[in-house]
């Protein structure tokens, strides 16, 4: 069956670096577009970056850009999430997603929290 299982979250002091990891199994990685979602307390989850299936070409949330990173290996079937210099307010939960027309795919989150 399909499969994303993220990984990488954590505890992390502001100013400080994570990489989340999202692993894909059940379908063929290499044709979906991939992306990663955050969604905090209380709000609606929301796009933080999206790399096209080859990794050509990347999209990022004005409030990420220059301090995130995604990227893939689809050889591993795998995407990432580089995140540097993290601030408070990207605490949340971070979703990785999958996508190929009308097939839409989420895994189950990883918790990020950024506090001192």
């Known amino acids: 069956q399909v499969q994303l299982v993220e990984s990488g979250g954590g505890l992390v002091q502001p100013g400080g670096s994570l990489r989340l990891s999202c692993a894909g199994s059940g379908f063929t990685f290499s044709m979906y577009v991939m992306s990663w979602y955050q969604q905090a307390p209380g709000k609606e989850r929301e796009l933080v970056a999206r790399?096209?299936?080859?990794?050509?070409?990347?999209t990022y949330a004005d409030s990420v850009k220059g301090r995130f990173t995604i990227s893939r290996d689809n050889a591993k079937n795998t995407v990432y999430l580089q995140m540097n210099s993290l601030k408070p307010e990207d605490t949340a939960v971070y979703y990785c997603?999958?996508?190929?027309?009308?097939?839409?795919?989420w895994g189950q989150g990883t918790q990020v929290t950024v506090s001192s």
């Open positions: 790399i096209n299936s080859s990794g050509s070409n990347t």
């Open positions: 997603n999958a996508m190929f027309y009308s097939n839409r795919f």
